[in-house]
């Protein structure tokens, strides 16, 4: 249930600060879209939502700066800012919540801990692993990695983040789950495009795709949930292979975000099968960060939660 709606809206293409110039023609309409200021627990009173939530943590370790795993410029989490993400997690209060770029499940539990809260997460090595974060009462059932989505070769100097994938629910309220966190460097490139970033993140595309297709066939309930590092749009190829094997609501389509002064989506939340049906209008929210108290928002993450709710079966 929501307390509060505050409209606020991305800024306008003639007042939008410089940047690459779009690449697929809708955007030029940007959208109203209400934040998240104040949420009451989806558990208080009876339950007829399910909120689903997708947030980039932004290096979410511990791990001291100059650790060879971690990039130069890469500080640690102080103990301040994981109460602060913890506190705005508290805000958020999802059912379900698709966490990227977390080292540890330690980690992602100082954000939703017990007993509230189940953490899974990959069993990769690099550190920016995917994770989800249930409502405890929910039943799990855990399915393999999609550790395909690591394209690369075995002896690649660095690896790609594989997908976690989870069915929530059991029955009728089953809703299968795919976390995922794609190559960076194509969010508006041409599909033709040789950039090795596209035509990377178009393998992992494919790869998802191959996953929803089979979601259909078995006529699952099911969402793909993350950073896709792709300004999806109902006219972006993409976005077109993903949904080539039945109806598949972009619940970010159409609209702006109003996180870091307004810019288009790459955090997505991707609802097909049975479930397509039950997205709740006008419920895509974004939480932003209002940092008074000496913590820097951008030390907090470089991209905003995004949440949408279904209605239960």
Request: charged fraction near 20%; aromatic fraction near 6%.
């Amino acid at each position: 249930m929501w307390t509060r709606r505050l409209p606020s809206c991305a800024p306008s293409r003639r007042t939008a600060p410089p940047r690459r110039k779009a690449a697929h023609a809708w955007r030029a309409a940007w959208v109203c879209l209400p934040v998240i200021t104040g949420l009451l627990p989806a558990t208080a009173g009876a339950r007829e939502d399910i909120r689903l939530s997708t947030w980039n943590l932004e290096w979410l370790t511990t791990r001291p700066q100059g650790d060879p795993a971690l990039p130069a410029d890469v500080t640690p989490r102080t103990v301040v800012e994981l109460e602060h993400l913890a506190a705005y997690a508290r805000r958020l209060a999802p059912d379900i919540a698709a966490l990227e770029e977390v080292d540890s499940p330690a980690l992602a539990a100082r954000l939703f801990p017990a007993p509230a809260y189940r953490i899974f997460i990959t069993h990769d090595t690099v550190v920016q692993k995917v994770a989800l974060a249930v409502r405890a009462e929910l039943a799990v059932t855990r399915h393999a990695d999609v550790t395909a989505l690591d394209v690369y070769a075995p002896d690649a100097p660095h690896h790609l983040r594989a997908g976690l994938d989870v069915s929530i629910g059991t029955g009728a309220d089953s809703l299968r789950v795919l976390v995922v966190h794609l190559k960076a460097g194509c969010r508006d490139s041409a599909p033709d495009s040789r950039r090795p970033a596209c035509r990377t993140l178009l393998r992992q595309i494919a790869i998802v795709a191959d996953w929803i297709l089979e979601r259909q066939d078995e006529g699952e309930a099911f969402a793909v949930l993350g950073d896709f590092n792709r300004l999806l749009a109902p006219d972006d190829p993409a976005f077109h292979t993903l949904a080539a094997s039945g109806p598949l609501a972009l619940v970010t389509a159409g609209r702006a975000s109003p996180c870091a002064q307004g810019s288009y989506f790459i955090d997505h939340i991707l609802v097909g099968g049975p479930a397509y049906a039950r997205v709740r209008p006008d419920s895509l929210r974004v939480m932003l960060y209002h940092e008074d108290s000496g913590t820097e928002a951008s030390r907090l993450s470089d991209h905003c939660p995004v949440s949408v709710n279904l209605s239960l079966p």
